[in-house]
């Protein structure tokens, strides 16, 4: 015969159970609205029965676990993404500041410069006497020069701007790597009793997530049951709670990769060699990289070469030239040596500068009224003389533009194609893992109509005691 | 499916985030008036616009070009149309007093006189200038190219202007093509018409001698108004009439070369008008293309924003119908 003492103690154990899953489904309702939060549930079992002869009696309830309801196929796939949607977003910021500054839809840039420049040229053709036209001419050409300079030291200072984006995501790397392995540690401590931890491993899922937002990260769990966080292809961030750390330093510009002068390179801790900048793709720092060296680094050269050409050329045909003043040999641009640094240093040359009717207009000498040589010049706008001889100045420019607007515009295409992805995923993982307030408003019922119940098994218990204890007197 | 609070409001926001994009890009477009704001939005297109703008501006210079190339072709024209009345007048002075029938001594020193004052002329009209320039001298346009003797001090330089993408129109007449004329003399006639031009066209390299009367080659004279004039002043002064006689066929030589300067000199003005034209014409379908890539369309502009902020309407009253309600609400 059961005793009564035992279903005080079934009652107890469904007390305790229905109080555990309200205060789960209180802890699910105030983390509603928590970023990566995964709604917990608590595993309830049957706790061991007790054989009485011929009967096996029931003796209540036993919290078996509280967990959390999560798909880790899915993080893993969102990690995954993560990567693809930071890279596009980091190169859309990058890119978008970029072709403005190419941008000449409503005011004068480049494309326009030029043909002004030659146009003014052209115009000498009707009076190449003429001082005054020259001085306009003049102008034009420190006008164009001056264009090469803005357009130089743009693209220069959205490089910086990258650069101190790079440092800065470095930064949040080495936090969330840092943290990463912390929550390891945690995580390890509080599951050494078995059962797990779910809010900890919630957090590490976030800090994952982010990583993987930064870098292409791959995770793994190693034989000794180590959570480790790698980046792809380079080496381990996190082992358990050993971490290695990203750092910047500035580097000499590489033409090769395309780095600008001074750009950052990053580089892992305890690693040989410690550079990884070039076997970084993905992510945030993927993105900037390939922003800053390729599509930045690529318009910066062809600009390069397109003010290292233009000044050339032009002085080439200028030398050939007579002026007013009788001069010959004389170059219309300060000479450039290379192309590297060509944009940032082309100026009208010093004699230029000094006089403009050194400005050559002729073929002979003593022949003020000669105007064959602005045939020749007026030709060099219409020449292929960029490219290895396909390309005019004005294709080339052009080129470099189209070659920039088409990059951003298929970033623009992919950046909203990723953002699809990542919402439906974590669309997905919101309504397998995200708080439904209805759902616990209704647990939170039948949590509280079961400890009614509970209670009410004690009471009865209690009558039945106290039935028995007042049978004696 | 499960559908959680953070889903629904994910939902809505992911709604209102798109639409509110594609409104922005409208109101954008509505405001600038452009489809194309950044060179994203048509790569292809941007270029093309960049194309179209070069050739427009390149074309506009053209033309600028071409209406001073006229002007000053003008200046030339009138220049020619006195310098043939001055050949014409010359000539019948010539006939006149060739002869003597209608002239005698008496009358050939009087029209001497006047025959010295269309020297002067001759010579006003060869030193004219243009604002700065010296009309006949080559491309020595800053000093006077002819001596009172009608020596040529200037060059045989034609200047160039570009009235097309690399079509170029000379604007000058150079003072020997005017004045002087070569020919071969009159046993080698049959050939000469030909072979005057041929001439003169070769002269263009400035201070290089006239072809050289070589054995072999048929021997080239020169006409020079100066010298025909003055000859004719001469003849006059000392009642040569064979002299007169002889610059009769000489200036008739040289009306005929005013006339075809004339028409060379009208025939550059034409095709540069024709030049200016086909620009024009160039510009204004590239104008139109232009339009059809970089302007945004009223109808479509309009009809979108509508259709959007419809959209936008909708979604927003979705949301307040899908946010509000839970089972709180009803646990009252």
């Known amino acids: 015969?059961?005793?009564?003492?035992?279903?005080?103690?079934?009652?107890?154990?469904?007390?305790?159970?229905?109080?555990?899953?309200?205060?789960?489904?209180?802890?699910?309702?105030?983390?509603?609205?928590?970023?990566?939060?995964?709604?917990?549930?608590?595993?309830?079992?049957?706790?061991?029965?007790?054989?009485?002869?011929?009967?096996?009696?029931?003796?209540?309830?036993?919290?078996?676990?509280?967990?959390?309801?999560?798909?880790?196929?899915?993080?893993?796939?969102?990690?995954?993404?993560?990567?693809?949607?930071?890279?596009?977003?980091?190169?859309?910021?990058?890119?978008?500041?970029?072709?403005?500054?190419?941008?000449?839809?409503?005011?004068?840039?480049?494309?326009?410069?030029?043909?002004?420049?030659?146009?003014?040229?052209?115009?000498?053709?009707?009076?190449?006497?003429?001082?005054?036209?020259?001085?306009?001419?003049?102008?034009?050409?420190?006008?164009?020069?001056?264009?090469?300079?803005?357009?130089?030291?743009?693209?220069?200072?959205?490089?910086?701007n990258i650069d101190r984006r790079i440092s800065a995501s470095v930064g949040e790397a080495n936090d969330l790597i840092q943290r990463i392995a912390h929550l390891n540690q945690e995580i390890k401590t509080m599951e050494l009793k078995g059962g797990e931890a779910p809010d900890l491993r919630d957090q590490r899922d976030l800090a994952v997530k982010k990583l993987g937002t930064t870098a292409n990260v791959s995770l793994a769990t190693n034989e000794k049951g180590d959570f480790t966080v790698s980046l792809a292809g380079v080496g381990p961030l996190v082992v358990g709670t050993q971490f290695n750390k990203l750092y910047v330093e500035s580097a000499k510009g590489d033409p090769e990769t395309g780095r600008p002068e001074g750009g950052l390179k990053i580089l892992l801790e305890n690693l040989a060699p410690p550079n990884v900048t070039e076997r970084i793709s993905g992510g945030k720092l993927g993105g900037l990289l390939e922003s800053r060296d390729k599509l930045i680094g690529r318009a910066h050269e062809r600009l390069d070469e397109l003010a290292f050409s233009f000044g050339s050329k032009l002085n080439e045909v200028h030398r050939a030239g007579y002026s007013a003043r009788g001069t010959t040999g004389i170059d219309f641009f300060a000479p450039l040596t290379t192309k590297r640094g060509a944009a940032e240093f082309l100026r009208i040359s010093d004699a230029v500068a000094a006089d403009a009717n050194v400005i050559a207009t002729g073929l002979l000498p003593d022949s003020p009224g000669d105007n064959r040589l602005i045939q020749q010049i007026s030709n060099l706008q219409h020449a292929k003389t960029m490219g290895g001889g396909v390309a005019t100045f004005d294709d080339f420019y052009n080129a470099t533009v189209t070659e920039l607007a088409t990059a951003s515009h298929r970033n623009k295409h992919v950046l909203e194609h990723q953002t699809n992805i990542v919402t439906q995923l974590e669309k997905v993982r919101e309504s397998i893992s995200g708080v439904s307030l209805d759902e616990e408003t209704t647990n939170l019922v039948q949590y509280q109509h079961a400890f009614d119940a509970a209670a009410k098994v004690i009471k009865v218990a209690d009558e039945i005691l106290e039935t028995v204890l007042n049978m004696r007197a | 499916m499960r559908v959680s609070d953070n889903t629904s409001a994910g939902s809505v926001k992911d709604a209102l985030r798109r639409t509110r994009g594609r409104l922005e890009r409208l109101q954008i477009q509505n405001a600038t008036q452009k489809k194309l704001v950044t060179p994203s939005d048509d790569p292809a297109g941007n270029s093309k616009i960049l194309d179209i703008r070069t050739q427009a501006t390149v074309n506009s210079q053209f033309a600028n070009?071409?209406?001073?190339?006229?002007?000053?072709?003008?200046?030339?024209?009138?220049?020619?149309?006195?310098?043939?009345?001055?050949?014409?007048?010359?000539?019948?002075?010539?006939?006149?007093?060739?002869?003597?029938?209608?002239?005698?001594?008496?009358?050939?020193?009087?029209?001497?006189?006047?025959?010295?004052?269309?020297?002067?002329?001759l010579l006003s009209i060869a030193n004219r200038r243009v604002g700065e320039q010296y009309l006949f001298g080559g491309f020595k346009t800053l000093s006077a190219p002819y001596t009172p003797t009608g020596e040529y001090r200037g060059d045989n330089g034609e200047m160039p202007i570009e009235i097309q993408k690399g079509v170029y129109v000379p604007i000058n007449v150079p003072g020997p093509v005017a004045f002087q004329i070569q020919r071969y003399k009159s046993e080698d006639q049959a050939r000469s018409p030909a072979a005057v031009d041929k001439t003169q066209n070769s002269a263009a390299a400035p201070g290089e001698p006239p072809p050289s009367e070589q054995q072999g080659v048929p021997s080239i004279e020169t006409i020079d108004a100066f010298k025909e004039i003055d000859a004719l002043r001469v003849g006059l002064l000392t009642n040569d009439t064979i002299t007169i006689r002889d610059t009769m066929e000489r200036l008739d030589e040289l009306i005929k070369n005013t006339i075809t300067v004339r028409a060379k000199v009208s025939a550059r003005s034409n095709s540069i008008d024709q030049a200016i034209g086909a620009s024009e014409k160039a510009d204004l379908s590239n104008a139109e293309l232009a339009t059809q890539i970089e302007d945004a369309d009223y109808t479509e502009l309009w009809s979108n924003l509508a259709k959007e902020e419809t959209i936008l309407r909708s979604s927003l009253s979705a949301a307040q119908k899908l946010i509000q309600p839970t089972l709180l609400d009803f646990l009252k």
């Open chain 1, 1 to 160: 015969m059961a005793s009564s003492v035992n279903l005080f103690n079934t009652g107890k154990s469904g007390l305790f159970a229905s109080r555990t899953a309200l205060s789960t489904t209180g802890h699910n309702i105030a983390n509603a609205n928590t970023e990566g939060y995964s709604r917990q549930r608590v595993d309830q079992t049957t706790s061991t029965p007790i054989g009485l002869g011929n009967v096996v009696l029931g003796t209540g309830t036993r919290v078996a676990n509280v967990r959390r309801i999560n798909d880790d196929f899915l993080n893993r796939q969102i990690t995954n993404e993560m990567k693809h949607f930071g890279e596009y977003q980091e190169k859309d910021v990058a890119l978008s500041q970029t072709e403005n500054i190419f941008n000449e839809i409503d005011n004068d840039g480049m494309n326009r410069l030029i043909s002004k420049f030659f146009n003014e040229y052209r115009k000498l053709a009707n009076e190449p006497e003429s001082e005054s036209l020259r001085a306009t001419l003049r102008e034009s050409a420190i006008q164009l020069t001056s264009d090469f300079h803005r357009i130089n030291r743009s693209l220069t200072d959205v490089q910086r």
């Open chain 2, 65 to 121: 070009n071409g209406a001073m190339a006229k002007n000053r072709l003008q200046f030339a024209d009138t220049a020619l149309n006195e310098l043939y009345d001055i050949f014409v007048r010359a000539k019948e002075i010539a006939i006149n007093q060739s002869s003597g029938a209608s002239a005698s001594v008496d009358s050939r020193l009087g029209v001497a006189q006047e025959v010295t004052a269309l020297y002067q002329q």
